[in-house]
């Protein structure tokens, strides 16, 4: 299994989601001058969004492809005012160097106009419904077969 590392941000009241979504940008991509960053940024009114949302209160973002799995959540209301449960500390490494992935919370009925705005704004940043788990393995197979996938469970069977 793989590791997963979790944050849980501060949102609303204590921050906007604008706000918000930078601490997490910051967290997931350290040098502000780097492509992961400049990418995070690209996608930041749709990640607001979310946020306002508060889909990302059961949903993480997801990412992935470089390391550890890292899942922030947002916390909302007076445990966000409060710090109860709150954890913004620097990650060790920089989960958003080299080829990684992400997968933004969204709610159920939010989720066609966000997959529709994130494909124009990014090749990396994918939404799925809050509840929906992230179907990252898929994600790599395919990447690593270059289209191909396997069909583990006829593979395997005897």
């Avoid at 913004?88 to 490494?93: G, I, K, P, V, Y």
Wanted: hydrophobic content about 40%; aromatic content about 6%; overall charge negative.
């Amino acid at each position: 299994m793989a590791t997963v590392i979790t944050r849980h941000v501060a949102s609303t009241p204590h921050r906007t989601p604008g706000e918000t979504w930078e601490v997490i940008a910051s967290l997931l991509a350290p040098d502000s001058s780097s492509a992961a960053r400049a990418e995070l940024k690209k996608v930041a009114g749709v990640a607001a969004s979310s946020i306002a949302s508060e889909a990302p209160a059961d949903g993480a973002f997801v990412v992935y492809g470089n390391g550890p799995q890292v899942r922030v959540y947002c916390i909302f209301g007076e445990d966000a005012v409060s710090g109860d449960g709150v954890n913004e500390d620097a990650l060790r490494d920089d989960p958003a160097d080299g080829d990684w992935r992400m997968s933004m919370p969204c709610l159920p009925e939010d989720l066609d106009w966000t997959q529709k705005k994130l494909k124009e704004l990014s090749k990396r940043v994918t939404a799925r419904a809050t509840g929906e788990a992230v179907d990252y393995e898929k994600t790599k197979a395919a990447k690593a077969s270059d289209g191909l996938v396997i069909n583990i469970k006829e593979f395997l069977k005897r």
